[in-house]
């Protein structure tokens, strides 16, 4: 081998020698993230509007003969054409959502003893019922069916579960089963609860969001934690009792009815602070103004909150809320200005003087601020 041979192959050494750390140091090209769950996210634009009505005379009667012509609703101060006003006569797709955190756990039995009343008074002859229950997990305890007997067979063996109560979480799963059933049903959430949010991961606003771009009407009865406390055993870990005795009520009833456990929390939705929370709620996706959730749910969708103490008012309640299910009218409107981003409300006059009326107060367009 020459000079010349050596110097080359000495060169050719060096240069592999030069490159093999340079290769060694090379990353293998980047991996693709693992696919994610896809987010429950919000539409943020409405074609159709649907709002349930219900209407009542000055003897609290509810009122069956309200004819189009009577009936103005506006959007945001806009009058709107209706679509379609009639008696509701559509079955209802309906999701039970009851709290078995421990904190409610005395009255479980009580609750399980009512269900009878869910599928004969709420359901009707064609409608549907789904079961989720809430702790420190949210469980689907029975998929969407119109048998009573099984949906039945399943909220008789609701357990008792841990010690969070993940209530906006699992409204959060009510209203993905809901947005699955098909259209021209009505769509309700029944929630069994206290008044309590306590490890979810779902903001409290986005439930409340979803349920008025998606025409779900919340009913809400709340729990005493008072009551679960008085039927505690000792060995229990005691809750917080309320500071105010059985038969002190904090807020005033409705003029001309004597106050229950049950007509205390009923016709709330008139008073004013309450479409403030909503709006809030909807807008920020937070509780920023303090209010009972259940309350501000129920209100914002259209619904009634009830509270209650003792089996018969448990039992009055889920009557009362079945004949209101069943007396309502349904009014849909395209908005002329659904475009427009930021909270809308709704509201509908009637022609005919002394007359009350409930409706949902609006709903929210846009991303949160």
């Known amino acids: ?31 693709p993230p693992p696919p994610q769950e896809p987010e429950f996210r919000v539409p943020v634009r409405v074609e159709l509007v ?3 009505l219900v209407v009542w005379d000055a003897r609290a009667e509810f009122v069956y003969d309200l004819a189009r012509e009577e009936v103005t609703l506006l959007d945001n101060g806009v009058p709107q054409q209706l679509r379609s006003f009639e008696l509701a ?21 009580r609750v399980r003893e009512v269900g009878i009343l869910i599928t004969s008074n709420i359901l009707g002859q064609f409608g549907e019922a789904a079961l989720l229950t809430f702790d420190s997990f949210v469980t689907r305890r029975q998929e969407f069916t119109s048998d009573a007997e099984e949906f039945l067979r ?32 009505r769509r309700v ?3 069994i609860s206290e ?28 729990l005493s934690a008072l009551e679960a406390d008085l039927h505690r055993r000792p060995e229990e870990t005691p809750v917080k009792p309320s500071p105010y005795p059985p038969g002190v009520f ?9 106050q229950t456990p049950t007509t205390v929390a009923q016709e709330q939705y008139a008073r004013a602070d309450l479409f403030n929370a909503v709006a809030t709620l909807v807008r920020t996706l937070r509780d920023t103004m303090g209010n009972d959730v259940l309350e501000v749910y129920a209100h914002g969708t259209g619904g009634v909150s009830h509270s209650t103490f003792g089996r018969a008012e448990l039992e009055n309640v889920l009557n009362r809320i079945g004949q209101d299910l069943h007396s309502q009218y349904l009014i849909t409107y395209t908005p ?4 427009q981003n930021g909270y809308h409300k709704i509201e509908v006059r009637l022609g005919r003087p002394g007359l009350g009326v409930r409706h949902r107060p609006g709903y929210f367009v846009g991303p949160p601020l």
């Open 1 to 31: 081998m020459d000079m010349r041979q050596s110097l080359a192959v000495l060169l050719s050494l060096l240069l592999l020698s030069s490159l093999a750390p340079a290769g060694a140091q090379q990353q293998p090209p980047p991996q």
């Open 50 to 52: 649907t709002v349930p």
């Open 89 to 109: 006569t559509q079955p209802v797709s309906l999701v039970v959502l009851v709290d078995t955190s421990q904190r409610v756990k005395p009255l479980l039995e």
């Open 154 to 185: 399943a909220f008789e063996r609701i357990p008792a579960g841990g010690t969070e109560s993940r209530l906006a979480d699992g409204l959060d799963q009510a209203m993905r089963l809901l947005a699955q059933r098909p259209q021209g049903r």
């Open 189 to 191: 959430i029944l929630v």
């Open 195 to 222: 008044a309590l949010d306590k490890g979810s991961s779902t903001p409290l606003g986005v439930p409340l969001r979803v349920a008025q771009l998606n025409d779900i009407t919340v009913y809400t009865i709340s």
């Open 250 to 258: 904090t807020r005033p009833g409705t003029p001309g009815q004597p």
């Open 336 to 339: 002329s200005n659904r475009d």
